[in-house]
């Protein structure tokens, strides 16, 4: 295990439902990242916290809703979501945003919308 | 724009032999070089880190190479086993950036 869980495993949602993604890192890390990847595309940055702020929102939908109440806990807020939006969603941590540390990443939440 | 570009076709290799997985990229002066394992359905998780004044890493059966003149780092694994069949992530970020990920390689090793 990697020290950083995710829940759940597994979600399918309808196009009108609101669901959360939860995140969290046992590691002490100071970074926390949300990434999608969808079937054959490379693993695409949604956003980025450091010290609870936020500090990177990569142009994302705004019914991707994320929310970083302390240091360990990242959540995804889930509204009115498009089928387009299935994927593995990802959460990282890292000691900091910088590139020389690695990221631990968690298992990941499969999404299916219908 | 910044790009990096690994080999999106599947890489097929027999047990025993050295498997070389390729990155290359564009737009980009990183200083740091990351690769990364992901099984099916799993996040991926860290294998080697390479500094841009680094040739050469190695950690066990791994060697990465880095050559900033041709853009480019290289991930060889000797005397693949089956078990090394996964999805291999390289990673690139700029001093005090974030990383940023390549879209991977499949290696399927057959017994």
């Known amino acids: 295990e990697t020290g950083v869980t995710q829940t759940p495993r597994h979600l399918v949602m309808g196009m009108t439902n609101k669901k959360s993604l939860k995140c969290e890192q046992h590691?002490?890390?100071?970074?926390m990242y949300w990434y999608k990847q969808s079937a054959k595309k490379p693993l695409e940055l949604m956003f980025v916290y450091s010290l609870e702020e936020r500090v990177e929102n990569n142009s994302v939908p705004s019914r991707f809703s994320p929310e970083c109440p302390n240091s360990s806990h990242l959540f995804l807020h889930l509204h009115t979501l498009q089928p387009e939006d299935s994927a593995l969603y990802l959460c990282a941590s890292s000691p900091r945003v910088f590139g020389t540390d690695t990221q631990y990443f968690g298992p990941g939440t499969r999404l299916t919308v219908l | 724009s910044q790009k990096i570009e690994q080999n999106s076709e599947a890489l097929n290799i027999q047990e025993g032999k050295t498997a070389t997985l390729t990155c290359n990229y564009t737009?980009?002066?990183?200083?740091?070089l990351q690769w990364y394992r992901q099984d099916p359905g799993r996040g991926p998780v860290f294998l080697l880190l390479?500094?841009?004044?680094?040739k050469e890493k190695r950690k066990e059966r791994l060697k990465v190479t880095f050559d900033t003149t041709l853009k480019q780092s290289l991930f060889h694994i000797t005397a693949s086993q089956p078990a090394d069949s996964a999805t291999y992530l390289c990673?690139?970020?700029?001093?005090?950036?974030?990383?940023?990920f390549g879209g991977g390689t499949r290696l399927m090793v057959k017994p």
């Open positions: 590691l002490g890390h100071n970074a």
């Open positions: 390479i500094r841009e004044n680094e």
């Open positions: 990673a690139l970020a700029n001093a005090g950036n974030m990383l940023t």
């Open positions: 737009n980009y002066s990183p200083a740091y």
